[in-house]
């Protein structure tokens, strides 16, 4: 991704929540699961910038 990215990461073991926002151009994503675990929260940083990008692209059709 370009440019910077600000986000938290906050679970309890069991549940999982990010909150991002590309600095560049304010796309911010949101997204919470109920199981989390070490290979969802591994995949935290890439799932979040792929759904900011896949919403940048939704935008762009329009």
């Known amino acids: 991704m370009k440019g910077a990215f600000a986000w938290h990461v906050g679970g309890n073991g069991w549940s999982l929540a ?6 560049s151009d304010g796309v911010v994503v949101f997204w ?4 989390a675990g070490q290979k969802l929260g591994d995949a935290a940083q890439n799932l979040t910038e792929g759904i900011a990008y896949r919403a940048r692209r939704a ?4």
Do not use: A, C, N, Q
């Open 18 to 23: 990010t909150l991002g926002r590309s600095l």
């Open 32 to 35: 919470v699961s109920d199981h």
């Open 59 to 62: 935008v762009r059709r329009r």
